[in-house]
């Protein structure tokens, strides 16, 4: 159930990755030389196979959302790569659509032109019943001429999930994309996360700070360390979808997750804390590890 | 409904209490040159009899179209470039910021040498006068969009001027439209200011000309209530604007 990676790159491939971190090391330049270089990521190695949803949690800080960004091509790597099918990531494509935690959509555009964005349909017809399609995916049939303002957050994050997938990707990178909303909405666009990627079977890597919504939505959960972090574990998740958060195995999994990203806090090493608390100790940090990621 | 003939009622209450006032200072006062409420009517008729007033409009109203809206031809594409282009900003951004603060009323002397006194002149002022308001909004305008909506246009492969097109204008277009309505209130200011001096008709030729032949106050406060009325006018329009879809989620009101 739990496997450890190995960190040596030279390692066999398996030919059905579709993503493929390599001897990956990130480090900020400090653009003040007095102060010292940002060391985030030490050493990522990572495959994900074609297909696959692989959820990153990891406490604040570690460099979750900037594996994203290179990934997704927007920051370069001090050293190493990411390969998306065998070839190295070095700018934004429209294939590898990337949905973020402060909401990309246009304000400017209606529902149905923001979700038209993308679409690579050439004739009107097609592109029509591309937006009507996955409007109506994501649950907002009727708001086609409403603009964003109108529409909630939960909304609004619909809208940019919907328009990341009219663009018929095979890859999302998503950034801790229900971070902003609130609890019970966040659930909700849990749900309808895991309905949409059953039924379309995109390959996503999905960073969160919330370990439940890890466990809930991924195949496999790859847990980080503090920084400059590696990765500390990768935990599959075999338990069949819908998945119920009370379920034994879902339970088990959670604290063992727990006790992994314990293992940075001082004093707290083997004791496995409530969930609750976790939790909101988590969704606090998970902010401020957003500003430091994005700068 | 209520709150609308309200909007309507209470602005009219003020202006007739205005009037009251006004026409009662001038009674009480015994003047003989400041005119009556009533002799500004009168006057503006007389205005329209002669057939100058609707002339008059039409020529200020013509200079300031016309030096806006080149104004806003060279001043929404050069701020653009100057928010998107960083190396343009630092070249251009200091000249702009020294030309800015001179009031266009000081640049009426060089308006006549260059242009003598013609409708040329005028619109050059209208034109400098709007020019700096709208390079510098929508060099601001630019500057400010959330790097996340480039970054989504990335995303799908959008580069280049169509990027232009379809994020950085529309994203910048709220901002740049409280910079145009600005401009706008400016160039109603200065053309009535270039026309007392640079040209022979106009709303500012006509109080000017009201004053130096024959003390005509009458007319000179007619022309102003038109430049006031028309410049309500003309704002109206501009927030006319600003309800649109697509600029009015970048503006809190």
């Known amino acids: 159930m739990i496997m450890q990676m190995n960190p040596h790159s030279t390692e066999t491939r398996s030919p059905r990755a579709k993503i493929a971190v390599r001897d990956l090391w990130m480090t900020f330049k400090s653009p003040d030389k007095t102060k010292p270089d940002v060391h985030v990521l030490e050493d990522i190695n990572l495959e994900i196979l074609d297909g696959e949803f692989v959820c990153i949690v990891g406490p604040s800080g570690c460099g979750k959302s900037t594996l994203l960004n290179i990934a997704g091509g927007f920051f370069q790597a001090t050293s190493g790569a990411v390969r998306i099918e065998d070839k190295v990531v070095t700018a934004p494509d429209s294939r590898h659509i990337f949905i973020f935690q402060e909401n990309g959509v246009f304000p400017w555009l209606n529902v149905e032109d923001n979700v038209g964005f993308g679409v690579k349909r050439s004739t009107m017809a097609e592109r029509k019943k591309v937006v009507e399609h996955y409007v109506e995916m994501v649950g907002l049939t009727g708001f086609g001429k409403t603009y964003p303002r109108e529409l909630s957050g939960g909304m609004r994050q619909r809208v940019e999930i919907a328009r990341a997938l009219a663009a018929e990707p095979d890859v999302l990178f998503m950034d801790e994309p229900f971070g902003a909303l609130d609890y019970l909405t966040r659930l909700r666009l849990r749900a309808e996360v895991t309905q949409i990627w059953q039924r379309e079977r995109k390959t996503v890597m999905f960073v969160t700070h919330d370990v439940d919504e890890a466990v809930q939505l991924a195949d496999r959960v790859v847990v980080m360390g503090k920084r400059p972090s590696r990765i500390r574990d990768i935990v599959a998740v075999e338990v069949p979808r819908p998945r119920d958060l009370d379920d034994p195995e879902c339970r088990r999994l959670r604290d063992h997750i727990f006790g992994v990203m314990g293992l940075d806090h001082s004093g707290r090493a083997t004791e496995i804390r409530g969930v609750g608390a976790a939790e909101e100790e988590d969704e606090t940090e998970g902010k401020v590890v957003n500003l430091a990621d994005r700068r | ?253």
Request: charged share 15%; with cysteine.
């Open chain 2, 1 to 253: 409904m209520r709150a609308r003939l309200e909007s309507l009622l209470l602005p009219l209450a003020v202006a007739f209490g205005f009037v009251a006032c006004w026409h009662f200072a001038v009674k009480w006062t015994g003047s003989d040159i400041f005119p009556t409420p009533r002799q500004v009517l009168t006057g503006t008729w007389e205005l329209v009899e002669k057939g100058v007033l609707f002339k008059y409009i039409v020529a200020s109203l013509f200079r300031v179209a016309t030096g806006y809206l080149l104004a806003v031809f060279v001043g929404i594409p050069l701020g653009l470039l100057m928010g998107w282009f960083t190396r343009f900003r630092m070249a251009l951004n200091p000249a702009i910021q020294v030309l800015r603060p001179i009031s266009p009323i000081a640049w009426i002397p060089v308006a006549i040498l260059w242009f003598g006194v013609s409708d040329v002149a005028p619109i050059f002022l209208i034109f400098l006068a709007s020019l700096f308001p709208i390079t510098v909004a929508a060099m601001a305008a630019v500057q400010n969009i959330q790097l996340v909506y480039i970054r989504a246009a990335r995303n799908f492969g959008i580069g280049g001027l169509e990027l232009f097109k379809k994020v950085v204008l529309p994203a910048a277009l709220p901002q740049i439209l409280t910079g145009l309505r600005l401009a706008l209130g400016v160039a109603w200011l200065v053309v009535v200011a270039a026309e007392m001096i640079a040209v022979n008709s106009g709303l500012g030729y006509l109080i000017i000309d009201a004053r130096n032949a024959g003390k005509r106050y009458d007319l000179v406060v007619a022309g102003m209530a038109m430049i006031g009325l028309i410049g309500l006018g003309l704002d109206f329009l501009v927030r006319r604007m600003e309800t649109l879809d697509e600029v009015r989620w970048g503006l809190s009101r």
